[in-house]
C-alpha cells in the first residue's frame, strides 16, 4: 500500500488522508494490534519532536 502524499503546509486534507490510510492498514487486526502499531509509529514521531525541541527548532519551522 502506498503512503499518501503529504501537502507542504499539513491541513485538514492531509489528516484526512493519513486517517484513510490508516483504516485501510488496520483491516484485520486485532485493537491491541492497532494500538501497537499506532505506538511504534508515534515512537518514531515522538522522537523527532524531541531531537528538534532539544535543537531549538519549532514544529513545522524547519
Same mark, same amino acid.
Given at each position: +500500500?502506498?503512503? !499518501?502524499m503529504? %501537502?507542504? $503546509?499539513? /491541513? #485538514? /486534507?492531509?489528516? @484526512? ?8 492498514? $488496520?483491516?484485520? +487486526?486485532? !485493537?491491541?494490534?492497532? #494500538?501497537? /502499531? ?11 519532536? @524531541?531531537?528538534?525541541k %532539544?535543537?531549538? $527548532?519549532?514544529?513545522?519551522? @524547519?
Amino acid at each position: +500500500m502506498e503512503k !499518501p502524499m503529504l %501537502s507542504e $503546509h499539513f /491541513d #485538514v /486534507d492531509d489528516i @484526512r488522508k493519513i486517517r484513510e490510510y490508516n483504516s485501510l492498514r $488496520h483491516i484485520g +487486526m486485532t !485493537p491491541d494490534e492497532i #494500538v501497537e /502499531d499506532i505506538k511504534k509509529g508515534a515512537a518514531g514521531l515522538l522522537a523527532e519532536l @524531541r531531537k528538534d525541541k %532539544s535543537e531549538g $527548532h519549532c514544529l513545522g519551522k @524547519r
